[in-house]
């Protein structure tokens, strides 16, 4: 019968130059600013974790438990440095409490060994040391999971880390077990379930490394898309975007016979803010009537700003009078509020137009007729809201005072 031995030292040995590839790895590559404290924290991690691999080899091959107690501490520091970076990654912050609070208490049991008889000692050592790596790595699977279950549209590699921080963490807490079961047994002991856990997490170890450096360029990818359909003041979507996004929303509403509303909004006497409280001052209120929208619409709902104070609303499934109903509230609300410009408290308000999806229509069309509504608000005084009527003659041969390029 064929069977397969592996030499531990060399898988351990392995395992090191590994963690030490991929430190150089990340050191060679260009990080964007936002992420930049992230990835060196990582790359000193597996720095750390090469150093203390190696230290560990060499006490296992020379006998030199101090050595080898010194890597595992380095191996121990490396996996805390893993943690926090993870933890820097999710929550944009460094919290070292918990990585560096679980490497104090987890080496203090580890180091505890000393005092264990002689003949449970190396056993008792490799347990410890193993659940507290994988107590580091099952942590690292959960944030990185709850991070992801948060989002709307995860990363495709968050889901990568998290299965192999998951199963890091078995195979880990696996040589803990083979510790307590097999009697006189150390680091580098020759048996099946010790040498498979070795290999997996060699294994985990890669695609760890090789997905962590996926995760990175992903977000870097996405922020770029989110640069090119992003208005880089008010953070809401732009024209480009909102133009290939009604296309197709207005595509699927005539397939699914469902009602789809445009809204046209236009901060009132917005000129007169920028012209006496100046450009810093009409950038807040941008800023600030985007928030406003954000958070009186359903995430469903596609908000953009198409230039100075133009902002579209685009309702899925909401047909005219539900949609006036909506912007009518949002109106109330905004119109309520006080902003500090200066000296001054400034009360504003917006003007809207809203225009339904009834029969397969262009977006350029659909467009138009909102701003046709949007204009009749603005001659009926403003700070009010009116839905396209086809049937008004007078409305139908206004001039758009919104151009469209067909």
Known sequence: MLTLQLDIVTMMTLLASGHLILALMLSWHRVEPSLRATV????????LKAIGGAGVVFGVVSENVPVRLLGNLLIFTGFACELMAYRRYVLHRTLPRLPFGLLIIGSALVLAGIWVPEAWRTQYTVAAASTLLAAFTLLSCLILNAHRRRQS?????????VWTNGLNSLATFSRAISAVLIEQHHVATQAPLNEAAFLLNYLLILINGMGFL??????????LRELVVRDPLTGLFNRRHLDSSLEVAIEEHNMAQQPLSLCLLDLDHFKAVNDTYGH?????????????????????????????EEFVVVMHET????ASTRIQDILDNFSARQFRLGKDRVKLSFSA???????????????????????R?????????????????????????YPLAE
């Open 40 to 47: 060196r924290i990582w790359q000193a991690a597996q720095l």
């Open 153 to 161: 549209n995860p990363l495709p590699m968050l889901k990568v880390l």
């Open 319 to 322: 047909d005219a009078v539900t």
């Open 353 to 375: 137009g809203i225009a339904e999806r009834r029969n397969p229509v262009r977006p350029s069309e659909l467009i138009r007729q909102a701003d046709r509504a949007l204009y």
């Open 214 to 223: 996926l995760l990175i360029k992903e977000e870097v990818d996405t922020k």
């Open 280 to 308: 810093n001052a009409g950038d807040y209120i941008l800023r600030e009537f985007a928030r406003h929208l954000s958070q009186h619409l359903r995430p469903a709902d596609l908000v953009a700003r198409i230039g100075g």
């Open 377 to 401: 608000s603005k001659e009926n005084g403003r700070k009010q809201v009116s839905q396209y009527a086809a049937n008004s003659e007078s409305e139908r041969d206004r001039a758009a005072h």
